[in-house]
């Protein structure tokens, strides 16, 4: 019923920009949760960045690792959710995921979502 599916990785050398889209084909409604994970090579999947959404706001939360650096949005005229990267750094090359779920609580981790994209791939450079 609902289908994410992403774009916008790439190879950057270190300081440079990326921003990758998460494209939601299907409805998701408030209450909901949308986030950014990643997984390197070797580590476990790690949260970067969530929003969340109830009836009358949103509010985003950000690891400490991509604070100041990062910026996750929603275009929800789109239906597509943005992870915004600046100051890239060779710690920030992974495979990162989209999610989505329709839970608000504990929106970092990652077994509370049921819904994810396929992957799209950060390199990062020296």
């Known amino acids: 019923q609902v289908q994410l599916v992403e774009s916008g990785g790439g190879s950057v050398q270190a300081g440079g920009s990326l921003r990758l889209s998460c494209v939601v084909f299907g409805h998701i409604y408030a209450p909901y949760c949308m986030a950014w994970f990643r997984q390197a090579p070797g580590k476990e999947r790690e949260g970067v960045a969530t929003i969340k959404y109830n009836r009358y706001d949103g509010t985003t939360t950000y690891a400490d690792s991509v604070k100041g650096r990062f910026t996750i949005s929603k275009d929800n005229a789109k239906n597509t959710l943005y992870l915004q990267m600046n100051s890239l750094k060779l710690d920030d090359t992974a495979v990162y995921y989209c999610?989505?779920?329709?839970?608000?609580?504990?929106?970092?981790?990652?077994?509370?979502?049921?819904?994810w994209g396929q992957g799209t791939q950060v390199t990062v450079s020296s």
């Open positions: 999610a989505a779920t329709f839970s608000t609580s504990y929106c970092n981790i990652d077994r509370n979502f049921g819904y």
